[in-house]
T-cell receptor
Framework: DSGVTQTPKHLITATGQRVTLRCSPR?????VYWYQQSLDQGLQFLIQ???????AKGNILERFSAQQFPDLHSELNLSSLELGDSALYFC??????????????FGQGTRLTVV | GQNIDQPTEMTATEGAIVQINCTYQ??????LFWYQQHAGEAPTFLSY????GLEEKGRFSSFLSRSKGYSYLLLKELQMKDSASYLC???????????FGKGTHLIIQP
């Protein structure tokens, strides 16, 4: 158990809908990262938050957004869903902002299926 | 940007040794990670290299050469449970997230 909690574990929804994925980082970790992993792609970095502030953006679509709350949990919002958004979405957390030698701990992921 | 290349798939025999290579092109990075990922599960940390050279951790070792843009993960005394994907990732270089390669799917045969 990495200490990172993601809910829900599975989500099935229809095209055009909106969903929210939730992540609770390890106790004491200030950074939260979101990744998307589809069958034909590796882990794609979406976005990072550090202590409530957006820190870095990767390949995140405009239909997707995220935030980190004062208690450091984070939510990833996916809207106007398309079939191609079906993937495993991972959250990871680390102590520091990412520039230092800090291991990122991954949650078990949310498997999103868009039908 | 950062570009990472790994072999797609490798096969090895239980009890043997296997080396998984990772080459990269980047304008700069802080360090290189190796993660293990079983199908449908979360990646788990294996090793981290920031300086050139070999880092040993039990049956797993990782090597980095910055001048050659090259790293490898060495797995010894292979066990069936080592069948998994092995992901090479860079940290730093403008993006604070980890940039992952597509991973090497390692199949262990009896």
């Amino acid at each position: 158990d990495s200490g990172v909690t993601q809910t829900p574990k599975h989500l099935i929804t229809a095209t055009g809908q909106r969903v929210t994925l939730r992540c609770s980082p390890r106790s004491g970790d200030l950074s939260v990262y979101w990744y998307q992993q589809s069958l034909d792609q590796g882990l794609q970095f979406l976005i990072q938050y550090y202590n409530g502030e957006e820190r870095a953006k990767g390949n995140i679509l405009e239909r997707f957004s995220a935030q980190q709350f004062p208690d450091l949990h984070s939510e990833l919002n996916l809207s106007s869903l398309e079939l191609g958004d079906s993937a495993l979405y991972f959250c990871a957390s680390s102590v520091m902002s990412g520039q230092e030698n800090t291991e990122a701990f991954f949650g078990q992921g949310t498997r999103l299926t868009v039908v | 940007g950062q570009n990472i290349d790994q072999p797609t798939e490798m096969t090895a025999t239980e009890g043997a040794i296997v080396q998984i290579n990772c080459t990269y092109q980047t304008s700069g990075f802080n360090g290189l990670f190796w993660y293990q990922q079983h199908a449908g599960e979360a990646p788990t940390f294996l090793s981290y290299n920031v300086l050139d050279g070999l880092e040993e951790k039990g049956r797993f070792s990782s090597f980095l050469s910055r001048s050659k843009g090259y790293s490898y993960l060495l797995l010894k005394e292979l066990q069936m449970k080592d069948s998994a994907s092995y992901l090479c990732a860079l940290t730093g270089g403008g993006a604070d997230g980890l940039t992952f390669g597509k991973g090497t799917h390692l199949i262990i045969q009896p």
